[in-house]
């Protein structure tokens, strides 16, 4: 798909205009579960590295998307967006170097189609773009219609990384790991595939309180706690998890250098923790930089957002040394 | 000639605002295992409206590395400060090969535009042949390709060819060669690119030989002998279609050593000296060179007139000295008779201190420069008795004339140098010295035209040839170590310019700012075998490999045929004249000169070489003359001694 239907809808009568959102901030959990079940110890607890070696899988897949969207036009206040979404599994082998062997785009646009014109929506759905509607409230109101947007767009790329992760679940090798970023828990094959790993970022939810809230917190580097069930919610699948500390968080922050652990409920996860957890601090090294998440940010994800930005359609990236002043909204 | 293949795409042109594609110069990346490298031709396909056609060629002038590391500092902190954990981490970092390539040649060439962001491909035979406009002299009726190497890169080779009209005139000529001593790539290069001319010298320019000079070891003193070549080299002589043959007609030329018999060569091996041909030069030879030996501070206006009057009115004419003496003045033996009889004339006749206008004061200094000449330059310069030269007149068509003046005095060198060239020069200009161009090959130029020091008449005859040879077909293969310090005007109008292995402090001087860090590199650790050439043709160095000339190398040459030792006088003359004539018997020439004055044999030998008669013995024998027995001293009488004295005391 390229700019053809907004070149279309432009002639049919919206009105152009280019806005570009601040930097997609990554998918945040869309909701998130609130307490968790001790699993492993009765109440949460600090583990050192101890003399766990790490797993090594022979081969590793990492799993990441990306969305990129722009506002192309307005049909009154309606905003009619571009919206593009990417997913890709690059596969790291014996020769350490990632090769993609799986990837998937989509294209489309966000609007109230009853909200437009006749032209300009005659227009859209003549061009063949998939066309995701906003609600009709969202819509009249531009201050919630691009918050409505991005969700949609979100949403679409959650589905896109798990429809790839599960197909890929299919040939996953006896030796061969899949690490996905963030939960695992919105897909009941990922949530229950037992070399299937979540690394989550993002620490929107909260599944402690008090003194084991601390104690996840305030872990020293390279230490994880016990491990836990978080509660469910919603579809949620059942999952276990824990939390990690990559970089020593002393000078920084609190979720400096944190990451919580996804992988299925069941107790062979919890014998492998600390070795899961050992694989996953070498894989500190090397930086994720010059993303600005680079302490909770494993390389190889980076990787794969570095291929698929490279990929991405480059009219819906503002040029980083363009002369002209950026537009506001 | 041209083998045509498609191979894959190697890479991709890309282009940032920092780092655009312009006409002359683009960027491209390949994968991180590519073949590709500083000096690899490559060929860009445009791709898309207006670009679809165009075909860019380009020489790959530098290559950058980098991966998607911000800063070193990160390299550490994910290291924790131990460089051994940096090597295992369990990923390895994005990394690029970027490489910079300046543009050969854009097809079609107008309207000359920045490269195309199009997929880079190696370079075929044929994209090779384009992409150094080879094709303009490859074909057509009346082709001029001289194979001077194979470009090789990335499991592809193409022959590289030079343009006979911009490498030996008429469009451009000479060609320069630079390297470091020692790795016998120069003279190497030299030796292959001629036996390749004189396989490939186009029929329709006519008849071309060449003159080496060979001023240090045995460097050329085995060019008519086969050498040791390797597999390798018998494939890229079949590649480029040269044979691997030595040179097929070579005449040495030698002077004698200061004993006037045994030649002053390496080539002195009883299985290969008979082929050297004594190189000795008389009055006439020297006098016309003279201010190539004499001191320009020492002699000045008079005495030059003094030499120029030797030299137009007395030497190989009949003279009256004015005294009543008569003079016919052909050696150096003359000219010291002719001095004597005018100082002996103008001191009994008192006739003051003038002899014909030259004051007697010039008449003396002259005459002791002259005749200091024969003295320095003994073995290359006789006294008396007839020369021996070069064959002007007479150069074969593809024969290597090499004037062995390695052991020579330097001054014996200037004069040789000096003289040979003028000679090709004066025949050259009247089209009748046997071939129509000549090559001449001149080592060490640092030494013979140096960018700095006095004006030699070296130095004036190399830029007489630098500079106006190419109209005349006298072409200048010059050799040297350092190109910096060798006169501007004799590297500046060489068309074609060789470098092999060079120096780093060389690279780092100004005439090699053109070149980028990465050449130079690549120049400072060249492998033997490789050179980097610049033509006419050409608009970027290109780096080619030649195989070992198929001669014998000097070190080697002195191994197999070890030179012989000085032989005895005797010796020498019967292997002198059983060379000219085999029938000659050893023991009859030694009873023919024993008790001989040396010099009355070295002139009849020199007669009868000059004169090369049927019957060598009897020329030599008469040109001897008979044997003047010692007269018998006069009895005298003498008056009878008194009678012994008395022993008595008293």
């Not at chain 1, 790490?54 to 049909?75: H, K, M, N, S, T």
């Not at chain 2, 030599?620 to 009895?635: D, E, N, S, T």
């Amino acid at each position: 798909m390229s700019r053809s239907w907004v070149d279309a809808i432009l002639a049919a009568g919206a009105v152009p205009a280019s806005y570009v959102p601040d930097a997609s901030v990554g998918r945040t959990d869309l909701e998130e579960f609130t307490g968790a079940d001790p699993v492993e110890d009765p109440e949460l607890r600090v583990h050192a590295r101890g003399g766990a070696g790490p797993l090594a899988p022979a081969a590793v897949g990492f799993l990441d998307g990306i969305e990129q969207w722009r506002v192309v036009g307005y049909a009154g206040v309606t905003p009619i967006v571009r919206a593009y979404v990417a997913a890709a599994i690059r596969l790291r082998g014996a020769d350490r170097r990632p090769h993609t062997i799986a990837e998937d785009t989509d294209e489309l646009a966000i609007t109230r189609l009853d909200h437009l014109p006749a032209a300009v929506r005659a227009a859209l759905e003549g061009t063949g773009v998939r066309v995701v509607e906003i609600s009709a409230d969202d819509a009249g109101q531009p201050a919630r219609a691009l918050p409505a947007a991005r969700a949609e767009v979100q949403r679409v790329r959650a589905a896109l990384e798990r429809r790839l992760g599960e197909q890929r679940l299919t040939a996953l090798g006896a030796d061969e790991w899949l690490v996905v970023d963030g939960v695992l828990s919105d897909s009941p094959a990922l949530s229950a595939h037992p070399r299937a790993l979540g690394v989550v970022k993002s620490h929107g939810a909260e599944y402690f309180a008090g003194p084991e809230l601390e104690r996840a917190l305030t872990l020293p580097a390279a230490h994880r706690t016990s491990v836990f069930r978080p509660k469910r919610r919603g579809a949620r699948r059942e999952i276990y998890s824990w939390y990690l500390r990559l970089w020593p968080w002393h000078g920084n922050d609190l979720l400096y250098g944190l990451v919580r652990v996804e992988a299925r409920a069941h107790p062979d996860t919890v014998t492998l923790a600390s070795r899961l957890s050992a694989w996953l601090v070498d894989e500190r090294a090397p930086l994720a930089t010059p993303d600005r998440r680079w302490d909770r940010l494993l390389y190889p994800i980076h990787d794969v957002e570095t291929y698929l930005r490279a990929r991405a359609p480059r009219d819906l990236i503002p040029h980083p040394a363009s002369r002209l002043p950026r537009t506001g909204s | 000639m041209i083998e045509r293949r498609d191979p894959p795409p190697i890479g991709r042109v890309v282009a940032t605002e920092q780092k655009p594609a312009t006409p002359h110069q683009f960027h491209f990346w390949t994968a991180n295992e590519t073949s590709i490298g500083i000096g690899a031709i490559v060929r860009v396909e445009g791709v898309g409206a207006g670009d679809s056609e165009r075909v860019v060629y380009g020489v790959v002038t530098d290559g950058f590395a980098y991966s998607d590391l911000a800063t070193p500092l990160h390299d550490v902190v994910g290291a924790e400060g131990d460089p051994a954990r940096a090597a295992e981490h369990p990923t390895v970092r994005q990394e690029i090969r970027l490489w910079t390539a300046a543009v050969l040649r854009q097809m079609p060439e107008e309207p000359l535009q920045p490269v195309p962001l199009g997929a880079v491909h190696v370079a075929s035979d044929a994209d090779v042949a384009q992409a150094l406009r080879m094709d303009a002299y490859l074909g057509g009726a009346q082709p001029t390709a001289i194979p001077v190497g194979l470009y090789t890169s990335g499991g592809l080779e193409a022959p590289v060819y030079l343009d006979a009209d911009f490498l030996l005139g008429p469009e451009a000529a000479h060609l320069n060669i630079s390297g470091v001593s020692g790795l016998a790539t120069k003279t190497s290069a030299v030796e292959f690119l001629l036996g390749s001319i004189f396989q490939h010298f186009p029929p329709h320019k006519g008849r071309i030989a060449a003159v080496c000079f060979n001023v240090k070891g045995p460097d050329l003193c085995f060019l008519d002998q086969p050498g040791a070549l390797e597999d390798e080299d018998r494939r890229r002589y079949e590649r480029l279609a040269v044979r691997a043959q030595p040179f097929e007609r070579v005449r040495y030329y030698a002077p004698f050593k200061a004993d006037g018999v045994n030649l002053n060569t390496l080539r002195t091996h009883p299985e290969l000296v008979g082929d050297v041909e004594p190189l000795v030069w008389g009055l006439r030879e020297v006098l016309d060179y003279a201010e190539v030996l004499l001191n320009r501070d020492d002699i000045d206006a008079k005495a030059d007139a003094f030499i120029d009057f030797l030299s137009d009115r007395v030497v190989d004419k009949e003279f009256d000295d004015g005294f009543g003496g008569a003079h016919r003045v052909v050696t150096f033996a003359d000219l010291e008779r002719l001095f004597r009889s005018i100082f002996d004339g103008l001191e009994l006749s008192a006739r003051g201190d003038t002899w014909r206008t030259h004051h007697i004061a010039t008449i003396r200094k002259v005459r002791n420069r002259l005749s200091n000449i024969s003295t320095r330059c003994k073995g290359l310069v006789t006294d008396d008795g007839p020369s021996n030269d070069l064959p002007w007149g007479r150069f074969e068509d593809r024969a290597v004339y090499v004037v062995d003046v390695a052991n020579v005095d330097p001054l014996g060198q200037d004069l040789v140098f000096a003289r040979a060239v003028s000679k090709l020069r004066e025949h050259l200009e009247r089209r009748d010295l046997g071939v129509d161009a000549v090559v001449v090959f001149v080592d060490e130029l640092n030494k013979y035209a140096p960018g700095d020091g006095p004006e030699t008449y070296v130095k004036k005859m190399l830029l007489d040839i630098a500079e106006r040879g190419r109209y005349l077909g006298l072409v200048l293969f010059g050799a040297e170590q350092f190109r910096s310090q060798v006169h501007r005007r004799v590297v500046g109008n060489a068309g074609s310019i060789v470098f092999g292995r060079m120096d780093s402090d060389e690279l780092a001087t100004p005439g090699y700012q053109v070149l980028s860090p990465a050449i130079k590199i690549k120049l400072a650790t060249l492998p033997i075998g490789e050179l980097m050439v610049r033509h006419p043709h050409f608009t970027q160095p290109i780096f080619v490999r030649f195989p070992r000339p198929p001669v014998l190398r000097g070190r080697d040459g002195v191994e197999r045929f070890p030179p012989a030792a000085d032989l005895p006088f005797e010796d020498a003359v019967v292997r002198q004249l059983v060379k000219l004539d085999r029938r000659v018997r050893p023991n009859l020439v030694k009873d023919l000169i024993a008790d001989r004055r040396e010099e009355d044999v070295r002139r009849a030998l020199a007669h009868t070489r000059q004169t090369r008669p049927q019957d060598a013995l009897a020329h030599f024998k008469k040109q001897l003359g008979g044997r003047v027995a010692p007269a018998a001293a006069m009895q005298r009488e003498s008056v009878p001694p008194l009678n012994p004295i008395s022993d008595e005391p008293y």
